[in-house]
């Protein structure tokens, strides 16, 4: 058993952090390329919405399936299919907005398979982790940091790398979306190594009895991960899709430049998100204490969002405090879960959490827009107290002695 932590190899990491990269510029690097889809397609700006959120909706509703099948058939078998769906869904929103007159519905049809595949593949990269380095909880929590920050690395590329595709061709993002999942798939076939061991197959009544066990005997911390899962995203969506707003609108800041401005906050999330997943080794009590700084960090900086957006370092400023407590609590988050639930569940609870997650991706922009014109720090304000409600819930729900006496 011992041997599979020896046979983590160099590039068996980088093609574990290849899958969150890919699906986050999947999603990411369409967000500035749809003012021009909407003009060359003759759609409306939700219709173009849509190409977000038809993405995202996919994946909340399929991410728990994966999970199961995940537990149930190995994480390779699953993953491998799931990167082939988001790299065909690329093509068909490719070829469509190359070749049709009206290729609206088949870009959607291509984005939900895209959802589909991302389903998959991304929440299955973090059970996989802890299944590689079985208990060494300090290699695990020191790989789940590279995860997280090659995910974030695909929040600071994506703006930049959609706007310079687009400068091409306006539709050549969908096709380096299914460039990029060939890349992952070559990656993964060749150089992550799973065991040759396999437990027997759990039925579906035991899974789900099992399944259920684990949510009644673990509920407390399990319910404190997803909610501050779904939190955190939402702050962060939300956060920088105002950000993309209001660069344009107040800053005169557009295209490629405003790409790298809205890096600078994503920059240091992932900076922390690395320090920090190198620095936690298993540690519950150190795990809280970072949970504490980051949602008092997130909770006092947001606040003062919207009453410092007309002066541009101010903004990055406070922006970038909220970007490093965010980047420090997400490789926290990850590692609670993935050390802290016995294999043959691991792929289903993590695909819940990350379910969680995605429904803080899909409705920060729109909570955003409807609040932005006339709620903008009243809303603000709320998420600064709702932060401290999430201090309360960590205070009251997540207690490291009881947790490690259960695991």
């Known amino acids: 058993m011992d041997k599979s932590n020896q046979d983590v190899s160099v590039w068996c990491i980088v093609s574990l952090a290849s899958i969150p990269l890919v699906m986050t510029l999947g999603n990411s690097m369409l967000i500035p390329v749809l003012p021009i889809l909407e003009r060359k397609v003759d759609i409306t700006s939700f219709q173009s919405s849509m190409i977000i959120t038809s993405y995202s ?22 993953i491998l299919p799931s990167l ?27 984005r939900i398979l895209q959802g589909i595949g991302a389903a998959g593949a991304m929440p299955i990269v973090l059970p996989l ?11 695990t929590s020191s790989c789940l940091g590279i995860i997280e920050t090659s995910n974030t690395f695909g929040k600071v590329l994506s703006p930049i790398i959609g ?30 190594k799973v065991s040759k061991e396999k437990d027997d197959p759990v039925k579906l009544k035991e899974f789900v009895e099992n399944t259920l066990k684990t949510f ?83 909770s006092a900086s947001v606040v003062f969002t919207g009453f410092v957006s007309k002066r541009l370092i101010l903004l990055l400023i406070v922006t970038s405090i909220m970007g490093i407590a965010i980047g420090a609590i997400l490789p926290v988050l990850d590692a609670v879960i993935t050390e802290n639930i016995e294999k043959q569940e ?32 009243i809303s603000y304000i709320g998420a600064g107290i709702l932060g401290l409600i999430m201090l309360f819930i960590v205070f009251r729900f997540f207690k490291a002695e009881e947790i490690q006496a259960k695991h």
């Not at 790299?87 to 291509?110: C, N, R």
């Open 216 to 298: 009644k005997e673990h509920w407390k911390w399990l319910f404190t991960v997803f909610i501050l899962g779904a939190f955190v995203m939402l702050l962060l969506f939300s956060v920088l899709f105002y950000l993309s707003e209001i660069l344009e609108k107040k800053h005169d800041i557009e295209g490629i430049k405003k790409g790298f401005v809205l890096a600078i906050p994503l920059l240091l999330l992932c900076i922390a998100s690395f320090i920090t997943g190198r620095k936690i080794k298993g540690d519950l009590p150190g795990m809280k204490k970072i949970m504490i700084f980051s949602l008092i960090g997130m």
């Open 346 to 377: 691991r792929g289903t609870i993590s695909s819940f959490y990350s379910s969680a997650r995605f429904i803080g991706v899909a409705a920060g922009p729109p909570i955003m827009s409807l609040v932005m014109k006339d709620y903008l720090n």
């Open 84 to 110: 082939i769906l988001a790299l065909i869904g690329g093509l068909i929103a490719g070829f469509a907005s190359w070749k049709m007159a009206d290729p609206y519905t088949w870009i959607i049809i291509g």
């Open 129 to 139: 982790v802890g299944d590689l380095y079985k208990d060494d909880d300090e290699k």
């Open 163 to 192: 706007s310079a595709i687009a400068a091409f061709i306006w539709f050549l993002p969908f096709f380096a979306i299914s460039v990029f999942s060939l890349v992952s798939i070559a990656l993964i076939f060749f150089f992550v």
């Open 57 to 78: 909706v996919a994946a909340i509703f399929l991410i728990p399936v994966a999970g199961y099948l995940s537990d149930r058939f190995g994480r390779k078998l699953v």
